[in-house]
């Protein structure tokens, strides 16, 4: 049986944590930043959890993390 491939986006988007939880970050701070105001660009900093609705398709993503 040949291997199962990571999909390439999902590696560069997230990182599997010891636990188990699958690490993110957030979406909406990448251009236009001009019209969002400082509370919500600073809202938008740092990384979250994948929701446990989507960590299923995550998870299938990336078969081997």
Not at 6 to 20: E, N
Not at 43 to 48: K, S, Y
Not at 53 to 60: E, W
Request: positive net charge; proline residues 3%.
């Amino acid at each position: 049986m040949p291997k199962m491939k990571t999909k390439s986006g999902a590696k560069k988007r997230f990182v599997v944590r010891a636990g188990g939880t699958i690490k993110r970050a957030s979406a909406f701070k990448r251009h236009i930043l001009t019209k969002k105001t400082t509370k919500t660009k600073r809202q938008l900093r740092g990384t979250t959890e994948v929701h446990a609705t989507n960590k299923a398709s995550v998870r299938a993503m990336m078969p081997y993390a």
